[in-house]
């Protein structure tokens, strides 16, 4: 029991035993979930190279119904609903993939700062608690109101409403880590603030704050979904899933499929990640 | 009671300087000027001077807080600038269609949270009790959106039971209105009443490991009796506190499914003045918005001060 507590513990945080994440995914549910995330992402990014006449394709065939042509049929301007998926696809995952890493990160150190000032450490989380208060899409809408609609807007949306959870995790670890012996002994030792923050704290709040990076993508995939399908989020005519959304609400009744395609990919997208976060779960608390 | 409530208050005048001075200061920080929105982009220095004049956003902004409130503590909110009207007038013509879908979405959230947790805290069956914890698992994770556009696909489309778009007021037609109400009060309510049932469950759970449990058995209280008298009263709290909080999530989130549902209500009010920047009906939305969720807030904290002496008498 002794040994692999302290091999996590002097654990360096650039070296985060990769080999211990890579077990995640041998159990079934992290194959799955792998194989899902990187299919949906090389078809969402390789989108330009198999669709090359891109996702603006107007034809006089509108509203019509799924075909071998048309997989999910086509929207009020004729233009195919599955290209415009896989496009709308492309923009989510651009979206979170640039956000979620940057909200990460910004708000483990946000979390760790009280390592350095223990002032601004409450200071912090106080300013975090407020963040909390706004339910959720509302802060959606102020961030759209100050920076105006479109891709600024849904990334800083995005990155502030995940700041408080990575904020709160980097914390907990922070204050269960802080009046351990090791510590302790660093700081006699006369170890600088920053780097006991860095090179102690840190690598602690690393399993925690990556598990909850893979929950967090769902909720950042559905905060764009819900700020687009208001009217909030992309501006036409770039397609994302909720964009899509917002104007297939129109023709539900017509053509339902312009409504259920873009449905069942951001389903099939939570899923996927929410099953990675639990294989990760698993493979950290086994650790 | 009544001195509960007392020192609740200052608490609550804090909240509610703070919220509207944030809803005066939001809508400001937004880009652009909504002078030069009304009054075309080749309009004279005069002719925008004139407008701000006519919409009282010349001057400094302490001024323009002052005047706000003043106007507001009179009962006066203000003109839209884009809708041309009194911005109360536009609030009351959109409010029945939101309070509608958010006083059936807490009920719901109250009668589906409590059925789910007791039945969860109770149920013998192991496989049973494992399927109503998927079952509140997967409704935690779905946002009501996506409830929303399931139920639509579903309800609406593929077997087309209820209609599921626009709306009928309750007090013209109580029957058709309904119809029209409760596959949106539903998606709403759904993921918050999942909340509810969860704490709910463990808090029975809890509470049936003290002692006064015990006795009660050992004295023959029949098990509805049980439930009811001892386990329940005893493990509200945790369930009522996440009413008050959800009740702010049930706000925000009415304004997607008004989008959905293509319901026409405040939501769908305060999107459109997101998009026109218009200042004052944004600033009595939000403001009202908060205020709305303070005293939900407030009201739970009466209620579990009611139910439960301890907390009643310690303040």
């Known amino acids: 029991m002794a040994a692999p507590q302290s091999k996590l513990i002097h654990r360096h945080w650039f070296n985060p035993s990769i080999a211990g994440y890579m077990q995640a995914f041998t159990t079934t549910r992290g194959i799955v979930a792998l194989t899902v995330i990187i299919l949906i992402s090389a078809l969402a990014f390789l989108a330009p190279f198999i669709f090359p006449l891109g996702y603006d394709i107007q034809s006089r065939e509108s509203l019509r119904a799924p075909s071998l042509v048309h997989f999910f049929g086509t929207d009020e301007l004729g233009r195919d609903l599955f290209v415009r998926s896989i496009y709308g696809l492309r923009s989510d995952l651009t979206l979170v993939y640039c956000a979620v890493p940057v909200s990460m990160v910004a708000g483990t150190l946000l979390g760790l700062i009280g390592a350095v000032s223990p002032r601004l450490g409450n200071f912090v989380q106080r300013c975090l608690d407020i963040i909390v208060g706004f339910p959720g899409l509302i802060l959606g809408i102020c961030v759209v109101l100050v920076l105006g609609a479109g891709w600024t807007a849904l990334l800083v949306a995005i990155v502030i409403s995940g700041l408080p959870s990575f904020g709160r995790l980097a914390r907990a670890t922070l204050l269960a880590q802080q009046q351990r012996e090791y510590v302790i002994a660093a700081r006699t030792l006369g170890v600088g603030k920053w780097q006991i923050m860095v090179r102690h704290i840190l690598p602690n709040a690393i399993d925690p704050i990556i598990v909850q990076g893979a929950v967090f993508v769902v909720s950042a995939i559905f905060i764009e979904a819900a700020l687009s399908i208001v009217g909030l989020g992309l501006q036409p005519p770039e397609p994302s899933l909720g964009t899509l959304l917002n104007n297939g609400m129109r023709y539900v009744s017509r053509a339902p499929t312009y409504v259920l395609g873009p449905t069942v990919i951001l389903i099939l997208v939570a899923l996927a990640f929410s099953m990675l976060a639990d294989a990760l779960n698993d493979t950290v608390n086994r650790k | ?315």
Not at chain 2, 20 to 41: E, H
Not at chain 2, 197 to 204: E, F, Q, S, V, Y
Not at chain 2, 261 to 277: E, K, P, T, Y
């Open chain 2, 1 to 315: 009671m009544l001195t509960f409530l007392l020192k609740k208050l200052p608490s609550v005048v804090v909240v509610a300087i703070a919220s509207s001075l944030i809803a005066f200061i939001l809508p400001r920080m937004a880009p652009g000027d909504p002078a030069v929105a009304l009054a075309g982009s080749d309009a004279s220095p005069e002719q925008l001077a004139a407008v701000r004049e006519q919409i009282g956003l010349n001057g400094p902004l302490h001024e323009q807080y002052f005047h706000w409130m003043w106007n507001l503590l009179h009962g006066d909110l203000g003109r839209s600038f884009a809708m041309r009207r009194p911005v109360s007038t536009l609030i009351m013509s959109r409010l029945e269609s939101t309070v509608e879908l958010a006083a059936l979405a807490l009920m719901l959230m109250i009668i589906i949270g409590f059925t789910l947790g007791i039945l969860s805290a109770t149920l013998r069956h192991q496989s049973a009790r494992a399927g109503l914890d998927i079952l509140n698992t997967i409704c935690l994770a779905t946002p009501p959106f996506l409830t929303g556009l399931l139920l639509i696909l579903l309800l609406g489309i593929a077997f087309p039971i209820l209609p599921v778009s626009g709306e009928i007021g309750l007090l013209r037609d109580p029957l058709k209105g309904l119809q029209f109400l409760i596959l949106p009060a539903f998606a709403l309510a759904l993921p918050q009443a999942a909340v509810v049932a969860r704490l709910l469950t463990t808090a029975i759970n809890s509470v049936r490991g003290e002692d006064f449990i015990d006795l009660a058995k050992a004295k023959g209280v029949p098990p509805g009796r049980l439930m009811r008298r001892h386990l329940l009263r005893n493990s509200l709290g945790p369930a009522i506190v996440a009413i008050g909080l959800r009740a702010g999530e049930l706000l925000g989130g009415a304004i997607v499914i008004e989008a959905i549902f293509a319901r026409n209500g405040l939501g769908q009010l305060a999107v459109s003045s997101v998009q026109n920047r218009d200042y004052l009906v944004l600033q009595a939305l939000i403001l009202g918005a908060v205020l709305v969720a303070v005293l939900i807030q407030l009201l739970s904290e009466i209620t579990i001060a009611a139910l439960d002496p301890r907390i009643r008498l310690e303040s």
